[in-house]
Nanobody, 123 residues
């Protein structure tokens, strides 16, 4: 059974940091990229970052470049998203997904999805 389990969300003040984790199982981890997406209240789900498990190629949305860092622990089949300098506009439910990492981080390129973890940034 394919599973992607996010953790690490919570409430943080603006300027603070959080690290999200995505634990993957049930599929060939090296054959997929892992992406992070977020969906703010009343808005569409959008790509945040992705990393290729095979060559560690990464991509970031412009809105998070320089603040967020994605990394992979292939031995643990776990992907991390380190989020620094958080802003209220980063408030959203964050999802990880397994698929194909491109520079635009398109939703339709991802096959498997987690249930999400909520991040709330207070001003």
């Amino acid at each position: 059974e394919v599973q992607l389990v996010e953790s690490g969300g919570g409430l943080v003040q603006a300027g603070g940091s959080l690290r999200l984790s995505c634990a993957a199982s049930g599929f060939a981890f090296d054959d997929y990229a892992i992406g992070w997406f977020r969906q703010a209240p009343g808005k569409e789900r959008v790509g945040v970052s992705c990393i290729s498990s095979r060559d560690s190629n990464t991509n970031y949305a412009d809105s998070v470049k320089g603040r967020f860092t994605i990394s992979s622990d292939n031995a643990q089949n776990t992907i991390y998203l380190q989020m620094n300098s958080l802003k209220p506009e980063d408030t959203a439910v964050y999802y990880c997904a397994a698929g194909y990492c491109t520079d635009r981080i398109y939703l339709h390129e991802y096959d498997y999805w987690g249930q999400g973890t909520r991040v709330t940034v207070s001003s």
